[in-house]
């Protein structure tokens, strides 16, 4: 609830002084993040193969983006 709480928050700010585009971020596989992310709008724009590591293993970094 809290990362639902805070996205709500900060697009609503992002509105309020104009700004354009949000973006975000996602280290692959994260589904509750891309519900998350997919609740507010915003469509998976690219993939970053294996350009992050967690846990001792190469992760792939999801680009989202919210066009305002």
């Keep these: 609830g ?3 709480e805070l996205y709500a ?4 700010l992002s509105k309020e002084i ?6 975000g971020i996602v ?3 994260n589904p509750q993040s891309r519900r998350l992310h997919e609740k507010f709008g915003f469509k998976q724009v ?10 001792n293993t190469y992760i792939d970094i999801e680009i989202w983006q919210l066009i305002l």
Excluded: N, V
């Excluded at 928050?9 to 609503?12: D, K, M, N, S, V």
């Excluded at 690219?46 to 846990?55: I, N, P, R, V």
């Design 2 to 4: 809290i990362g639902t």
């Design 46 to 55: 690219g993939c970053l193969k294996e350009a992050g590591y967690k846990f």
């Design 27 to 29: 280290a692959s596989p």
């Design 18 to 23: 104009g700004a354009h585009l949000l973006i």
């Design 9 to 12: 928050r900060l697009t609503e």
